[in-house]
């Protein structure tokens, strides 16, 4: 949820209240990216505020403060404040890889070669060697900057639990898996 101003999170989760009364679950992040922090002129600390709201309104279900398309170059002036974190590598997908790492990739991972069957998706997907590598090409290097991020966050939060979300398409997140990170899970905060 975006309080781009520090003033709408009581209503915000207000209208969480309402679609739980309703049967309806919501888990309410407030998230604000550095661009946006930069230029309101506000702090990671100020997106925090949400606590105020979800205090005032007693609200016992789950609740997050995101840090909204970080990169590594700004994830750490969010690192006390937040506990979800969407890792943004856009510019990355597309960099040059070494063929020696599309290949390995690829030779550690023969199970994505045939024919994948992906939940959703009503006929499998027939990937060739060649199929993988190229998507692999394009991904991969993207792929190992979320994994750089991720530690990042791991090592600076110690013990404190947190999620992180990216935009990878399904295939990138078959990297994310093999390169050690985690598939997402929200914990309850607190």
Same mark, same amino acid.
């Given at each position: ?11 915000? =989760? ?9 049967? $309806?679950? $919501?888990?309410? $992040? ?8 930069? !230029? ?13 709201? $979800? ?14 398309? !970080? @990169?590594?170059?700004?994830?750490? +002036? ?24 599309? +290949?390995?990739?690829?030779? +550690?991972?023969?199970? *994505? ?7 959703? !998706? ?6 060739? @060697?060649?199929?993988?590598?190229? !998507?692999?090409?394009?991904? =991969? ?15 600076? @939060?110690?013990? @404190? ?6 935009? *990878? ?22």
């Amino acid at each position: 949820m975006g309080d781009r101003f520090a003033q709408e999170a009581e209503a915000q =989760l207000r209208a969480c209240v309402l679609a739980a009364k309703q049967g $309806v679950e $919501v888990v309410p $992040v407030w998230n604000k990216s550095n661009r946006e922090h930069l !230029i309101v002129g506000s702090e990671p600390a100020s997106v925090y505020a949400a606590a105020a709201a $979800v205090k005032k309104l007693d609200w016992k279900n789950s609740w997050h403060v995101g840090a909204d398309h !970080i @990169r590594l170059e700004t994830v750490d +002036r969010f690192i006390p404040h937040s506990d979800f974190y969407t890792i943004d590598v856009a510019d990355s997908i597309g960099k040059p890889v070494l063929p020696e790492m599309v +290949r390995d990739f690829a030779d +550690r991972h023969p199970e *994505l070669i045939g024919n994948i069957e992906i939940p959703g !998706i009503e006929k499998p997907m027939n990937v060739s @060697r060649e199929d993988l590598e190229n !998507i692999m090409a394009k991904y =991969l290097t993207a792929i190992h900057e979320v994994r750089s991020i991720y530690c990042h966050i791991a090592q600076m @939060r110690a013990e @404190r639990a947190f999620t992180t979300a990216t935009h *990878l398409k399904c295939w990138s997140r078959i990297g994310l898996s093999s390169a050690g990170v985690p598939g997402h899970r929200i914990p309850r905060h607190g």
